[in-house]
């Protein structure tokens, strides 16, 4: 079923598209806070289907393209959110010099179609905050990178403490079956993606100090669909 077809799925595209779209600050807030809402009910219902009809969720692989401008940061974003929304997903070509990379992904069809909803409005709201912002030093380039840098790791831990709410929440609801439930999930996902890439390493670029916490205070900024924080407790970039 594409996200089209999905009713709950279609109904978090609209308010993310609406909250990407509007001039005012606080209704996108509003709505984005209503789509993640909805986006981490939905996962954790997803996962809880009864084995007996397991088969409306399996784990699968999908091809998602990062275009120039900064392909190889939205590559960096991509899998580190992935990792957190009990997805894998690894870097495989930079398409020949295109202006575009190619990642592959990995993880059950429910949690890649929720990671690329939020990865894709995120995206524009990142856009946003390095178009905004006033680099400084000598290398404009490195500045900036390392304000992406800053920005998709508070952003990714953001996101790493909404999933944990969410499952502990269902946990609770479950009288302890969800944690069982999601471990599974997630070590089956990871088993695939061993599988498959068992040679994969982390991508390690240059940053500057100064752009990396302009970019996590801009991260802190985002619309996730939960209240503003500190920066995270969580390493964020480790996503193959």
């Given at each position: 079923?594409?996200?089209?077809?999905?009713p709950?799925?279609?109904?978090i595209?609209a308010?993310?598209?609406?909250?990407?779209?509007?001039?005012?600050p606080e209704e996108?807030?509003?709505?984005?806070?209503?789509a993640?809402?909805?986006?981490?009910?939905?996962?954790?219902?997803?996962?809880?289907?009864?084995?007996?009809?397991?088969?409306?969720?399996?784990?699968?692989?999908?091809?998602?393209?990062c275009?120039?401008?900064?392909?190889?940061?939205?590559?960096?974003f991509?899998?580190?959110?992935?990792?957190?929304m009990?997805?894998?997903?690894?870097?495989?070509?930079?398409?020949?010099?295109?202006g575009?990379?190619?990642?592959h992904?990995?993880g059950?069809e429910?949690?890649?179609?929720?990671?690329?909803l939020?990865?894709?409005?995120?995206?524009?709201?990142?856009?946003?905050?390095?178009?905004?912002a006033?680099?400084?030093?000598?290398?404009?380039?490195?500045?900036?990178?390392?304000?992406?840098?800053?920005y998709?790791?508070?952003?990714?831990?953001?996101?790493?403490?909404?999933?944990?709410?969410?499952?502990?929440?269902?946990?609770?609801?479950?009288?302890?079956?969800?944690?069982?439930?999601?471990?599974?999930?997630e070590?089956?996902?990871?088993?695939?993606?061993?599988?498959?890439h068992?040679?994969?390493?982390?991508?390690?670029?240059?940053?500057?100090?100064?752009?990396?916490?302009?970019?996590?205070?801009?991260?802190n900024?985002?619309?996730?669909?939960?209240?503003?924080?500190?920066?995270?407790?969580?390493?964020?970039?480790s996503?193959?």
């Amino acid at each position: 079923m594409t996200t089209e077809q999905n009713p709950k799925l279609a109904k978090i595209r609209a308010l993310l598209a609406k909250a990407e779209s509007t001039e005012f600050p606080e209704e996108a807030a509003e709505l984005t806070a209503k789509a993640a809402e909805l986006m981490a009910k939905y996962g954790i219902d997803q996962a809880m289907i009864p084995e007996a009809d397991a088969d409306a969720d399996k784990i699968t692989d999908r091809h998602i393209e990062c275009w120039a401008p900064w392909a190889r940061e939205k590559v960096r974003f991509l899998c580190a959110l992935a990792v957190e929304m009990r997805c894998r997903a690894i870097w495989i070509t930079n398409g020949g010099g295109k202006g575009w990379c190619l990642v592959h992904v990995y993880g059950y069809e429910s949690d890649i179609e929720r990671l690329e909803l939020l990865y894709t409005s995120l995206l524009v709201q990142m856009s946003h905050a390095l178009a905004a912002a006033e680099p400084r030093g000598k290398n404009k380039r490195t500045w900036q990178r390392s304000f992406l840098y800053g920005y998709i790791t508070t952003v990714v831990a953001r996101v790493w403490r909404a999933e944990s709410r969410a499952a502990d929440d269902a946990q609770k609801a479950s009288s302890g079956k969800a944690e069982l439930v999601l471990a599974d999930r997630e070590s089956m996902v990871n088993a695939r993606f061993q599988q498959a890439h068992p040679d994969a390493k982390p991508y390690k670029a240059r940053y500057s100090s100064v752009g990396i916490r302009e970019g996590m205070e801009a991260g802190n900024r985002a619309d996730i669909g939960q209240k503003r924080t500190d920066s995270g407790d969580r390493h964020a970039l480790s996503g193959g």
